[in-house]
């Protein structure tokens, strides 16, 4: 498994921008997909972004389409979440995934997809 740690959350206005990093160390991250899941309270969690192995694919929720941008450093071994224009509705803890690949273009968007988790960081955005 790779171990999995995020940063970058934060409380921000409406219309504010947050750059969340996940940090990545164990099994070779350039061998995972990676993504980014959602949780407000009393909700389950959902799917926010997902990124390929290589960087050359991406996916997202519809939500996020056009606000959020997924980015990975594989020299870094980190992949990041940039999140402009945020809304009250964005409020969450964020939690990114690894999932092992073969294949450098596959993105996954489901959480049984994934086999590594982080802790999370707590997003909060203010109307």
């Known amino acids: 498994q790779v171990q999995l740690v995020e940063s970058g959350g934060g409380l921000v206005q409406a219309g504010g921008s947050l750059r969340l990093s996940c940090a990545a160390s164990g099994r070779t991250f350039s061998s995972c997909a990676m993504g980014w899941f959602r949780q407000a309270p009393g909700k389950e969690r959902e799917f926010v972004a997902a990124?390929?192995?290589?960087?050359?694919?991406?996916a997202y929720v519809d939500s996020a389409q056009g606000r959020f941008t997924i980015s990975r450093d594989n020299a870094k071994n980190t992949v990041y979440l940039q999140m402009n224009s945020l809304k009250p509705e964005d409020t969450a803890v964020y939690h990114c995934?690894?999932?092992?690949?073969?294949?450098?273009?596959?993105?996954?968007?489901?959480?049984?997809?994934?086999?590594?988790w982080g802790q999370g960081t707590q997003v909060t955005v203010s109307s």
């Open positions: 990124i390929s192995w290589s960087g050359g694919n991406t």
């Open positions: 995934a690894a999932g092992q690949v073969w294949n450098s273009e596959v993105v996954f968007t489901y959480t049984h997809q994934y086999d590594s």
